[in-house]
């Protein structure tokens, strides 16, 4: 398979690996000293692309691989206000574009554990939670996109719940997200209920980037025969 790379940092590079290790080429690597190279680049000579570049880029790349019909899996954050129109150019293209937060298993594993204790908590008012999200030092926008999406499923679960809130002082209604900026962590998920007895924690620790960049790839392998929108619960299965 021919990938291209927009975005060729650390976890463009982590991807790279993984990619040739599986087997597939890398026709591409685009990043903004290079991106006027954009245009040698089709659907007859790129089966997919992988798109973890910076929050201020997405948004211009992926309206480009949209406007080719490129089957494109996202994983940069920081860019979700424009995610309707995106959608609506893959559709109209007939492209493809797959979306998600965390290309990790473990994490799309935690997605469900999160939503699956929000619901069983739910019934019992006393407990209060709050979410911690700690990311390395480079990572540009807060709160991560994971905590987002773990906070939405809080949200889907709990009624007393109607938004979060990237700050630790928040409303009764709404759910708090702590962002911590330290060394090169990549990246730690938490998930805490607290009662005035007892603290109920739950949480998810990435080792590497190894795990993100795998599933990317597994995803673009997934994806490059395929039209439409995707996520990850459509490649895993929502068992």
Known sequence: MNILLLG????????????????????????VSNRHELDTFNRENVDAVIEFSAPEAAYQNLKWCMSKGLPTVCGTTGWLHHRPEIEELCLQHKAAFFYASNYSIGVNLFFRLNKYLARLIGNYPQYNVHTTEIHHIHKLDAPSGTAITL????IE?????T?????????????????????EVPGTHIIRYDSEVDSIEIQ?????RQ???????VAAEWLSTRQGVFGMDDMLGEG
């Open 151 to 154: 906070a939405e499923g809080l």
């Open 8 to 31: 060729y940092g650390k976890m463009g590079k982590v991807i790279e690996q993984i990619a040739l290790s599986r087997g597939h080429q890398i026709v591409g690597r685009i990043d």
């Open 204 to 208: 998810h620790v990435a080792h590497s």
């Open 157 to 161: 679960n709990l009624p007393t719940k």
């Open 163 to 183: 938004e979060w809130i990237n700050q630790s002082e928040v409303a009764e209604n709404q759910i708090p997200i702590v962002s911590l900026r330290e060394g």
């Open 211 to 217: 795990g993100f960049a795998l599933g990317a790839v």
